[in-house]
């Protein structure tokens, strides 16, 4: 082990480098050496600042007055290191330079992993969680405003309308704040609830039923939409890069800013897995707490998977597979008991509907 070696000393006052020979104190645990001038060093290696380099092993000591020397001998600078880290003076930092290029890439790929990971899972989620910092009263402005922005471009059924809020009035919902549905003209079969309570049904769905039971889960599954919030934070999810900062920051303004900016797009967006099946369960719960037969949902999804002519894996869609919906419906229906009556006012209304 060798235990001296000569190095290049920089005093910190001048930009002239002194030759010196440079020795390890193993007893004192530090490193000595004379200058040009006659003085003798002595640097406690914990008061030393050291850097690996290509060019060698770099020291610095001092605070106001900054000394440096340069080691260029690698059989000194593998006792000093050895030594420090006999003593435990590496920090973990060199540590980590320490380690190679192989280990600094697997590190760097590492950390973009995990990154990416944040990206797709964790900044969303938080994304999500910002909605508790928006007032429920906001949903009520946004909603009112993308159905405005809607309304130029669709044609409503008004006595349809009426007798939809009719058939809606005789349910409990088990809503949270005050539902109205309209009924919009167009052989699209579809159906979507406004963050502020408007449930938008079209005639196209409402064609293709064939008994009251099944309008009576389709609006139980909106209504779950509208009591879960579900849409504002769908929205808030899909815009979460931008939210993230505002919410770190704890800016409510800010991110109901970002949401304002965006509110056209509540019709378009589709609802999480986890949500729809929320919303499917939810649906459930309503048809037996109202005493309808709750099979309308299965017979409601069979129907519309008849007009569903592509099918999409259930990890590929953003809305779970009509096949697994009606399985799990199916299910909740043989694992209990339900009692169901005949409703004939909602049997009348529907059929009005139907007109």
């Not at 914990?46 to 000394?67: E, P, S, V, Y």
């Not at 993308?146 to 409503?156: G, K």
């Not at 900016?261 to 999480?272: A, D, G, R, Y």
Request: hydrophobic share 40%.
């Amino acid at each position: 082990m060798k235990n001296q070696a000569t190095a290049v000393f920089y005093d910190g006052n001048s930009s002239t480098p002194q030759q010196i020979v440079v020795s390890l104190d193993l007893y004192n645990e530090s490193i000595c050496f004379e200058s040009s001038d006659g003085q003798t060093h002595k640097w406690p290696i914990k008061n030393i600042t050291f850097d690996k380099r290509t060019t060698g092993l770099h020291l610095d000591h001092g605070t106001d007055l900054i000394q440096h020397i340069k080691i260029e001998d690698n059989h000194f600078i593998n006792t000093i290191q050895l030594f420090r880290k006999e003593k435990g003076h590496i920090g973990w930092y060199q540590k980590l330079i320490d380690l190679g290029i192989t280990l600094h890439l697997i590190i760097a790929i590492g950390i973009l992993a995990i990154i990416g990971l944040c990206y797709v899972y964790v900044i969303p989620w938080v994304g999500e969680k910002s909605v508790a910092l928006i007032p429920e009263e906001y949903d009520n402005q946004l909603g009112s405003s993308a159905w405005l922005e809607n309304d130029y471009f669709v044609t409503i059924d008004s006595s349809k309308t009426k007798a939809l809020n009719t058939f809606a009035q005789q349910l409990d919902l088990k809503n949270t704040k005050k539902l109205k549905f309209t009924v919009v003209k167009s052989n699209e079969i579809n159906a979507f609830a406004m963050p502020d309570g408007n449930i938008v049904v079209f005639t196209g769905i409402i064609d293709k039923m064939k008994d009251y039971d099944e309008l009576v889960g389709l609006l139980g599954h909106e209504a779950s939409h509208v009591n879960n919030r579900h849409s504002m934070k769908m929205l808030c999810r899909s815009l979460s890069g931008y939210l993230f900062v505002s919410l770190i920051l704890g800016d409510a303004n800010g991110v109901m800013a970002i949401i304002g900016e965006n509110v056209n797009s509540f019709q378009s967006l589709s609802f999480s897995r986890e949500f729809e099946h929320q919303a499917d369960s939810d649906g459930y719960k309503i048809l037996e707490a109202n005493k309808v037969n709750p099979k309308g949902m299965s017979n409601l999804f069979q129907r519309l998977q008849k007009n569903n002519s592509i099918a999409i894996p259930e990890f590929l869609s953003s809305h779970p597979v009509t096949e697994n919906r009606i399985e799990y419906i199916d299910k909740l229906i043989q694992s209990k008991k339900y009692v169901f009556e005949n409703k004939p006012e909602l049997k009348r209304l529907f059929l009005e509907l139907k007109k």
